[in-house]
């Protein structure tokens, strides 16, 4: 079986490290929702102006955006909590408020339960999926980009002993306080003692 995020080999339909990923989304979708606003410009014409001599005002430039702020997030958010809180016969909140209270009480309501999800919900890897994919998108619209840097493959040899493959990245701004360098795929981690070793690996 095969990660439906990564793609790795793993025992389940979502690997731990994918899941954790997942989870560590969910109390930043707040401030995603906020950050998404300044993707809400209005069209511009060829020249920088602005788009005039109509009543209605110009449509926002990012429609993928619009969907995202208006119920991208909190919809998809709200349906798996929906079907949890009915497995788990719990009461159902009916008064939301906003939007961005609205994904704030999901987040937190998915986050709580973290563990029995993990355990109890069929479909826990369609929500590890969907919100990563959230996470995607945003980051995509926002160009926030990973400031990782690729150094080589992984060595790592598994149990039939062939290669993981799969690319090392490191970020040059944390050495100055991690010693490791993890391969997110086959999970494996290269401390500081282990460097010389993988780096004769990586140049042959």
Not at 47 to 69: A, D, F, I, W, Y
Not at 138 to 157: A, D, Q
């Amino acid at each position: 079986m095969t990660c439906i995020n990564c793609r790795k080999k793993t025992e389940r339909e979502v690997c731990p490290n994918c899941w954790t990923y997942a989870f560590e989304q969910l109390p930043k979708f707040q401030r995603y929702y906020r950050a998404l606003e300044s993707a809400l410009v209005p069209s511009r014409a060829v020249g920088g102006e602005r788009v005039s001599g109509s009543k209605n005002p110009p449509l926002p430039v990012h429609l993928e955006t619009l969907h995202l702020r208006t119920e991208g997030i909190s919809k998809v958010l709200e349906k798996h909590e929906a079907t949890i809180r009915k497995i788990r016969q719990e009461t159902v909140i009916t008064f939301r408020g906003e939007v961005e209270n609205r994904i704030y009480i999901s987040s937190e309501y998915l986050a709580n339960r973290q563990d029995w999800i993990w355990d109890n919900y069929e479909d826990y890897a369609q929500l590890a999926q969907d919100i990563i994919s959230i996470s995607q998108q945003v980051h995509r619209i926002l160009g926030w980009k990973s400031e990782e840097v690729v150094i080589g493959t992984c060595p790592n040899l598994d149990t039939e002993g062939k290669e993981c493959g799969s690319p090392l990245k490191v970020n040059p701004k944390n050495f100055d306080h991690t010693t490791r360098i993890h391969c997110k795929v086959c999970d494996t981690f290269w401390d500081n003692s282990k460097w010389k070793f993988l780096g004769r690996l990586l140049n042959d």
